[in-house]
T-cell receptor, first 109, second 114 residues
Framework: AQRVTQPEKLLSVFKGAPVELKCNYS??????LFWYVQYSRQRLQLLLR??SRESIKGFTADLNKGETSFHLKKPFAQEEDSAMYYCALDPSNTGKLIFGQGTTLQVKP | SAVISQKPSRDICQRGTSLTIQCQVDSQVTMMFWYRQQPGQSLTLIAT?????????ESGFVIDKFPISRPNLTFSTLTVSNMSPEDSSIYLC???????????FGSGTRLTVV
């Protein structure tokens, strides 16, 4: 079955510390993967897509097909990074996204 | 990239009634997607709406409960019918930003059924 797993409901770090939000997926084909972020009282926003290999707001994510993972990383967390982060899989590039349960990132001063 | 306007932003409804949620996009899009986010849960796809054809529903969702209209390439509605408290959720629509660029979401409709 196609599935996205984010094992941590809450990740709490201090400002300036490195951050890694974990995402594992289950899909037999070539995955399209995304990271979405939702800041307090704002709509869900696209943060990263794996195919672009870009860095947004200092975040990067590398697709590891061997480990079926797409972890989101940032070397130095900022307080404004505090938000809910969702990993999402688009099987077969259909637009029918499968979301993980989300991880709340809390960056403490 | 496409901008979505969704309304209402929130509503409190009596059980047994229906609510229609509107999603307006500022550009023409082929497919529109409707999601539900139950309290404390992640997003789950309800259905895909193509202009000029019947919506395609995901497992666990049926047309009688969630009828969808797609009259043109910039607009869609989702109706939550015969509501019960279990329908209390955030409902969101989504469209593709651009081919291969990912998907953008509306601000959501927070529905509370009492």
């Amino acid at each position: 079955a196609q599935r996205v797993t984010q094992p941590e409901k809450l990740l709490s770090v201090f400002k300036g510390a490195p951050v890694e939000l974990k995402c594992n997926y289950s899909y037999s084909g070539s995955p399209e993967l995304f990271w979405y972020v939702q800041y307090s009282r704002q709509r869900l926003q696209l943060l990263l897509r794996h195919i672009s290999r870009e860095s947004i707001k200092g975040f990067t994510a590398d697709l590891n097909k061997g480990e079926t993972s797409f972890h989101l990383k940032k070397p130095f967390a900022q307080e404004e990074d505090s938000a809910m982060y969702y990993c999402a899989l688009d099987p077969s590039n259909t637009g029918k996204l499968i979301f993980g349960q989300g991880t709340t990132l809390q960056v403490k001063p | 990239s496409a901008v979505i306007s969704q309304k209402p932003s929130r509503d409190i409804c009596q059980r047994g009634t229906s609510l229609t949620i509107q999603c307006q996009v500022d550009s023409q899009v082929t497919m529109m997607f409707w999601y539900r986010q139950q309290p404390g849960q992640s997003l789950t796809l309800i259905a895909t709406a193509n202009q000029g054809s019947e919506a395609t529903y995901e497992s666990g969702f049926v047309i009688d409960k969630f009828p969808i209209s797609r009259p043109n390439l910039t607009f869609s509605t989702l109706t939550v019918s015969n509501m019960s408290p279990e329908d209390s959720s955030i409902y969101l629509c989504s469209v593709e930003i651009g081919t291969g660029y990912g998907y953008t979401f509306g601000s959501g409709t927070r529905l509370t059924v009492v």
